[in-house]
């Protein structure tokens, strides 16, 4: 199979290319503009396999993908790009409404005249497969169920407003030109290879150089996290086994609240790294109350029975190993923290 990936040298989308390379006989196209969050760092465990093509492209860049589309000739595409940090979308949403609607929008039509020009027998097995979010149903009171799929829209950020929209155009392209998509919505994903604005690897590297570690508010925010490779093998079992028009929830049953993140974080450091340079004699003493974040949702909790029971899924890691192999990694990687950062 040909897989086009869109923003394979972010997070989550060098995570699934490396699951590719390693585990499967795919070829892959990673199409990324290369944003400060993106490096192909992250993918040099990959980069000269000759299954792994790359090219600097901007998703809203209509000819270039285009072109892409017409050499690669794509089985499925799956359309990681986006612009994620909720707080610069705040500061400024103009390249989160570009790259994630109207980029959304530019590969569906081009998937779409693609698709409509494929053999019966290669349109039907196409898919295009959609990176949404559990954000997208806005948040939860601290005794309300899970999202689930059926859940309704209510965002509140900028950047979980855009997710929306894209997962509209998704819909429709789907009802209306029957172009055959998937949506899946995951919880927040932590692991190697993340950009240091989000708060494990600030937290740890905040920690690591002995610098203020921020909590946003009372740090009372609850959030659903899951390890990075579970979610990729969740995304390769929806790719290749999903059905055509459904969504499904990814997400490992796992709340916890972002201050008591911070101090677990601050334990493992403890004993991975006891030795400090400062005045300090714990890592917690590091810790600093921030103001809140304007409209910060509460709490996310994902229901993801629909994946496990149709899809056989489940996640492997426990947030007490997954969160250490993640400590871990960043204090070993330093140098790709500065290469991203240097960016
Ligand atoms: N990280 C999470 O916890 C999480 C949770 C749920 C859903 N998601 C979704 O998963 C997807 C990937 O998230 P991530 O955390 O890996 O993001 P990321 O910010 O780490 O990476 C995004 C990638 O997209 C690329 N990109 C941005 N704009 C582009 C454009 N116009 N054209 C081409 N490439 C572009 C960037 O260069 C980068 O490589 C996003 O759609 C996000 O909304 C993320």
Redesign the pocket.
Known sequence: MNILV??????????FIRFIIQYTQHQVFN?????????LE?LYLVEKDPRYHFSP?????YQAVKQIFFNFRPDAII???????VDKSITCAS?FI???II?TYQLLEISRLYWQNLPDNKQSQFRFH??????VFGDLGYSDLFFTEKSTYAPSSP?SAS?ASADHLVRSWLRTYGLPTII???????GP???PE?LIPLTILNALNERPIPVYGNGDQIRDW?Y?ED?VRALYLVLTQGKIGESYNIGAHNEQRNIDIIHKICTIMEELVPCKLKSISQYKELITYVQDRPGHDVRYAIDANKIKNTLKWTAHESFESGLTKTVKWYIENTLWVQKIQAN
Not at 130 to 135: G, Y
Request: net charge negative.
């Open positions: 869109t923003g394979g040298a972010g997070f989550i989308g060098s995570a199409l990324d503009k290369l944003t400060y969050a993106g490096s992250s492209i901007d998703i809203t860049d359309n990681f790009a986006a612009e994620t940090h390249n570009q790259t994630n980029g959609h990176i949404s979010t559990d954000e950047y997710k899946t919505y995951c919880s927040n994903n932590y290879y993340q950009f989000k899951i990075v979610h």
